[in-house]
T-cell receptor, first 115, second 115 residues
Framework: AQKITQTQPGMFVQEKEAVTLDCTYD???????LFWYKQPSSGEMIFLIY??????QNATEGRYSLNFQKARKSANLVISASQLGDSAMYFC????????????FGTGTRLQVTL | GAVVSQHPSRVICKSGTSVKIECRSL??????MFWYRQFPKQSLMLMAT?????????EQGVEKDKFLINHASLTLSTLTVTSAHPEDSSFYIC???????????FGPGTRLLVL
């Protein structure tokens, strides 16, 4: 069985600063995918970034980067130059066998960006 | 690209009635769609996986006779909550997979309130 753990229920960061949201995972599958989604108060789930278990390099998408440490089974999300619009819930998720299969979500981290 | 819509966005119904929620992939074909449920301040829990032209696969603990899923075409999946009760009140969100090893794209969700 797969498990995603997000130990930070809430985080604060000042505008323009960087913030790291933690995510650890557990799986016995040799091939898996790791995702981060953003959920604003409106409810929609916005895909941010993806990391495949066999990817050699850490994924980056604009201000988002994924710090993938396979041996430690962690996939932390780093948001650089935080903006007020980044305030939302952030969910880490995992799929087995790479992409495009059912996702297991963590409990989420609520990020609040302050002035 | 990769837009997924849901209708309705919000619905209030009386206990005992049935409610149908539609999930559409607007600019791509989705062989597989997923239905999730999210209670307030909780994570998304997968309810079922919907494959076009075949029966849905339900997660453990999800009543297939209560949550009817129909994936009639490559762009439409429907979830019908039959004989809804107040405990079915939740946020229901679908996702669609374009295929070819891409991530899932989520709809905006449907808030269901059963009185």
């Amino acid at each position: 069985a797969q498990k995603i753990t997000q130990t930070q229920p809430g985080m604060f960061v000042q505008e323009k600063e960087a913030v790291t949201l933690d995510c650890t995972y557990d799986t016995s599958d040799p091939s898996y995918g790791l995702f981060w989604y953003k959920q604003p108060s409106s409810g929609e789930m916005i895909f941010l970034i993806y990391q495949g278990s066999y990817d050699q390099q850490n994924a980056t998408e604009g201000r988002y980067s994924l710090n993938f440490q396979k041996a430690r089974k962690s996939a932390n999300l780093v948001i650089s130059a935080s903006q007020l619009g980044d305030s939302a819930m952030y969910f880490c998720a995992m799929s087995s066998g790479g992409t495009a299969s059912k996702l297991t979500f963590g409990t989420g981290t609520r990020l609040q960006v302050t002035l | 690209g990769a837009v997924v819509s849901q209708h309705p966005s919000r619905v209030i119904c009386k206990s005992g009635t049935s409610v149908k929620i539609e999930c559409r992939s607007l600019d791509f074909q989705a062989t597989t769609m997923f239905w999730y449920r999210q209670f307030p301040k909780q994570s998304l829990m997968l309810m079922a996986t919907s494959n076009e032209g075949s029966k849905a696969t339900y997660e453990q603990g999800v009543e297939k006779d209560k949550f009817l899923i129909n994936h009639a075409s490559l762009t439409l999946s429907t979830l019908t909550v039959t004989s809804a009760h107040p405990e079915d009140s939740s946020f229901y969100i679908c996702s669609a997979e374009p295929g070819g090893g891409e991530t899932q794209y989520f709809g905006p969700g449907t808030r269901l309130l059963v009185l």
